[in-house]
């Protein structure tokens, strides 16, 4: 028998009461992406829902459907994203020091500082903080989770389409995981470039995307009870490609 090991989070996870499963096939058989989701929809049928609703990640890869995978392969579920306590080390970051994800404070003027060139005229920060009341619910804090080593190498992707697209901006991004208090910093992006209209641009595309790919999940944590948050409106599809 070959045996597959899957990697859960979030509420996924927490349906399913591990963050790591394994599934066995035969040895001659190959298996797609699509199989693999019905062979654990069975296996794990109270959380058949989410698992159909959650996209696979292959070798920190989004991955179609019809994607063969193999034991060898890292393999993990992601469901729908949103921003995301672990055991990974308290602070991951890139080789090149832009991308990071930590569970120390944010602080601006270090994100800002990596983004600084003498050749740029504009230099935009976006600074997400937590919320303390959404309509009529109160927030007592915010939990985040992440797949840090394909966190970050989404993190990365969305500086190269950026340093591609307008030409010379450059991007840097840090990110909180575990509990973050109410005002607290979550997420700072800081964005450089010749001109402020690229650096409007860049940012936006920034945490619109992060939003969609990376992924980093929020737990809110009320006076009564929680909820995993994740995309809120259309459909979410991170193996799309955004301009």
């Avoid at 797609?32 to 292959?58: C, D, H, N, T």
């Avoid at 120390?104 to 270090?110: I, N, S, V």
């Amino acid at each position: 028998m070959q045996q597959y090991t899957i990697r859960l989070f979030a509420g996924l996870a927490e349906r399913v009461g591990k963050s790591q499963v394994i599934i066995e096939i035969p040895q001659s058989q190959d298996i797609s992406v699509a199989q693999m989701k019905e062979l654990l929809s069975r296996q794990y049928p109270e959380a058949k829902i989410m698992i159909q609703g959650a996209f696979a990640a292959v070798n920190q890869e989004y991955a179609l459907a019809d994607n063969i995978i193999k034991p060898v392969d890292e393999i993990a579920l992601i469901p729908p994203v949103s921003g995301g306590s672990g055991i990974e080390p308290s602070t991951s970051q890139t080789p090149d020091g832009l991308y990071l994800i930590t569970s120390e404070p944010l602080q601006a003027e270090e994100v800002i500082a990596k983004v600084i060139d003498p050749n740029h005229g504009a230099t935009l920060t976006f600074i997400g903080t937590t919320r303390e009341m959404t309509g009529a619910m109160q927030t007592v804090h915010l939990e985040y989770e992440a797949y840090i080593p394909m966190a970050l190498h989404q993190l990365q992707k969305i500086g190269d389409h950026i340093a591609s697209t307008w030409t010379g901006t450059r991007c840097a991004i840090s990110h909180r995981i575990g509990t973050v208090g109410i005002a607290e910093t979550s997420v700072i992006i800081a964005v450089s470039s010749a001109h402020r209209n690229d650096a409007y641009e860049a940012s936006r595309f920034a945490i619109e995307r992060l939003k969609e790919t990376v992924p980093i999940w929020k737990k809110e944590i009320w006076a009564d009870g929680s909820e995993w948050k994740g995309v809120q409106t259309g459909p979410w599809n991170p193996t799309q490609p955004k301009s």
